[in-house]
C-alpha cells in the first residue's frame, strides 16, 4: 500500500513498502499453442518470443488495473469513509454452494497447460501458479498434473489393487484389495513434495519462458492420506531378502509402470494413498488410490494404482528405458536417476511481475531437497556476488516444500534475484556453470540449477540465465 512503511533489513529505519503487479496468468490462446507445434517442427522460435513479449504487455495491462483504485496520497480515501454494501447488507445465505469455491477475484489463478511441451491434450502438463501461492501447501484444485493418456473419474467401488510377484518364491499369498480393505486399515498422514522429473526442463536449452509458472510450476506439495506400502506386502509374506524391487503399475491406458527400489519401502515412507490435503484425491491426482514415493520424481507416483508387483532386478520399463533417463555429454545415459535434488525457486519477486516503485520487498520462494530437509537457504540481489541468509518458515519437514523469506530495499536500479538452497546432506543448490560442467547442454530432466529473475530499471521481471 503506498501509504504504508516497512522496517529495512538491519537498517534500523524505515522505507516505503514497494508495490508489485502480479505476473500475467495466462499468455496464450489455444490457437497460439497450436502454432508453437507448428514452429517448433520447424526449428522456429520467433512465434515463442512474440508471445513471451505479449506476457510483458499483458502485465502493463494489469498495472492500469492495480492502479484504478489507488489510495489518494492527500488522504480521504472513499473506500474508508464510505460505508460499502458488504458492510451495510445481508451477505449470501449459508451453504450457496455444497463444495467451496475460490473468490470471483482470483478466477485467474488457475494451472495452465503446457505451451509447447506436448503435443497432445491427453498427454500433456498443467503448472501450478507458484507465483500465487502462499506457505508450502498447494491447494488440490492448483496442484500440477502431468498425464500420458488423459485423467479418469474412476468408480472406487470397482478399483481393486492387486499384489504379485515376478516369481512365486518372493510373495507367498498374492492377494487382491478393494478400496474399503485399503481405507480400514491404520493409516499415516505426511506432507510431502512432488516434482515432475521434467520440471525446469525447457531452460536446458536457455528457453526462457516467461514466468515461475512455466519454469518451476511442474511442482505442488499436499498432506497425502494411506497405507504404507510395507504393511500391505507383509501380508503378503513377501521375501525381503530376494524381492529387491517393486513395480507399480497405473490402471489408466498409458500402462504406466515403474520400478521403486525395495529399501524405500523398507523405510516406511512409501505408501499408498487415496486422500489429499483432508479429502480424497482428484480424479487428476489419481483417485481413488495412487503412490507417493517422497523424494522421488513424479512419474514414480503412480496414479490410479492397480497393481504392485515384486521382483529381483529393476524392470526396465518403458518409461525408465527410453523417457526419463539423463542424456550425458558423452553421449550415455543415466538411469534411475530417480531423486529430486536440492533446489530452490524465488516466486516473489519472479517473472512476469512489475515493481511499481522504489522501498522495501519482501522477497519469498520455495526450496525442497529429495534427500531430506532443507537447512539453509541463500539469496543474492546481485547476481551471486553476495549472499545472505533467508529466514525459513516452519514448519521445516523432511522431503517437502520449505517457504523462505528475506527482506530487501530495492534502490530502483537493476538487480539479479536468485537463491541457493542446502540440503541436510550438506548439497548445496548448483548454478548452471556447475551444473552443465557434470550434465552438458542436451538433457531434458533433473534441472535443479539456480534461477536468476532480472529486475529492470523499469521495475519489469524477467527471466534469465547466467553462464
Known amino acids: 500500500m503506498s501509504n504504508s512503511a516497512a522496517l529495512g533489513p538491519s537498517t534500523g529505519v524505515l522505507h516505503e513498502t514497494g508495490r508489485l503487479v502480479k505476473a500475467p496468468e495466462n499468455f496464450m490462446t489455444p490457437d497460439g499453442i497450436r502454432q508453437v507445434f ?15 513479449a505479449a506476457a510483458a504487455t499483458a502485465a502493463g495491462t494489469s498495472s492500469v488495473v492495480a492502479a484504478s483504485n489507488p489510495v489518494p496520497p492527500e488522504g480521504g480515501d472513499p473506500h474508508i469513509l464510505n460505508l460499502p454494501a458488504h458492510t451495510t447488507g445481508l451477505g449470501m445465505p449459508v451453504v450457496t454452494d455444497g463444495y467451496g469455491k475460490p473468490s470471483q477475484y482470483e478466477q485467474n489463478v488457475q494451472r495452465r497447460q503446457s505451451p509447447g511441451l506436448t503435443q497432445t491434450n491427453q498427454a500433456s502438463v498443467s503448472f501450478a501458479p507458484l507465483q500465487s501461492l502462499f506457505g508450502i501447501v498447494t491447494p488440490s484444485g492448483l496442484h500440477f498434473e502431468r498425464h500420458h493418456q488423459g485423467w479418469w ?49 525447457m531452460e536446458w536449452g536457455n528457453v526462457a519462458v516467461p514466468t515461475v509458472q512455466y519454469s518451476h510450476g511442474m511442482l505442488s506439495c499436499s498432506e497425502f ?43 516406511g515412507e512409501v505408501f499408498v494413498a487415496y486422500g489429499q490435503n483432508g479429502e480424497m484425491l482428484r480424479p487428476e491426482n489419481g483417485y481413488p488410490l495412487r503412490l507417493v514415493v517422497p523424494g522421488v520424481q513424479g512419474v514414480s507416483w503412480v496414479k490410479y494404482l492397480r497393481r504392485i508387483e515384486v521382483g529381483d532386478q529393476p524392470y526396465g520399463s518403458k518409461d525408465e528405458a527410453i523417457h526419463y533417463i539423463d542424456l550425458m555429454p558423452n553421449g550415455l545415459h543415466r538411469q534411475y536417476t530417480s531423486i529430486q535434488e536440492c533446489k530452490s525457486v524465488v516466486t516473489t519477486p519472479s517473472g512476469g511481475q512489475v515493481l511499481l516503485d522504489k522501498g522495501f520487498y519482501n522477497i519469498s520462494g520455495l526450496a525442497w531437497s529429495g534427500r531430506g530437509k532443507v537447512t539453509r537457504v541463500d539469496v543474492s540481489v546481485d547476481g551471486g556476488r553476495n549472499w545472505r541468509s533467508a529466514r525459513l518458515e516452519g514448519p521445516v519437514m523432511s522431503k517437502c516444500l520449505t517457504r523462505f523469506n528475506i527482506d530487501w530495499v530495492w534502490n530502483g536500479k537493476p ?45 519489469e521481471v524477467k527471466n534469465v540465465q547466467l553462464s
Open 153 to 201: 473419474d474412476i468408480d472406487p467401488s470397482k478399483h481393486r489393487l492387486m499384489l504379485n510377484g515376478s516369481d512365486p518364491s518372493l510373495m507367498k499369498t498374492p492377494k487382491v484389495f478393494t478400496m474399503d480393505e485399503v481405507m480400514r486399515m491404520p493409516s499415516v498422514s505426511r506432507f510431502h513434495f512432488i516434482e515432475c522429473g521434467a520440471n525446469t526442463g
Open 415 to 459: 538487480a539479479i534475484v536468485q537463491s541457493r538452497a542446502t540440503d541436510e546432506t550438506g548439497y548445496v543448490q548448483p548454478s548452471y556453470a556447475q551444473l552443465r560442467a557434470v550434465r552438458g547442454r542436451r538433457s531434458i530432466y533433473h534441472n535443479n540449477a539456480i534461477q536468476s529473475w532480472l529486475v529492470q530499471e523499469s521495475g
Open 38 to 52: 507448428s514452429e517448433a517442427k520447424a526449428g522456429r522460435r520467433t512465434f515463442i518470443r512474440q508471445a513471451f
Open 225 to 267: 492420506t494411506g497405507v504404507p506400502l510395507k504393511l500391505l506386502l507383509d501380508q503378503c509374506g513377501v521375501d525381503y531378502k530376494k524381492a529387491r524391487y517393486v513395480l507399480a503399475e497405473g490402471a489408466d491406458g498409458s500402462s504406466m509402470t515403474r520400478t521403486v527400489p525395495m529399501e524405500l519401502v523398507e523405510s
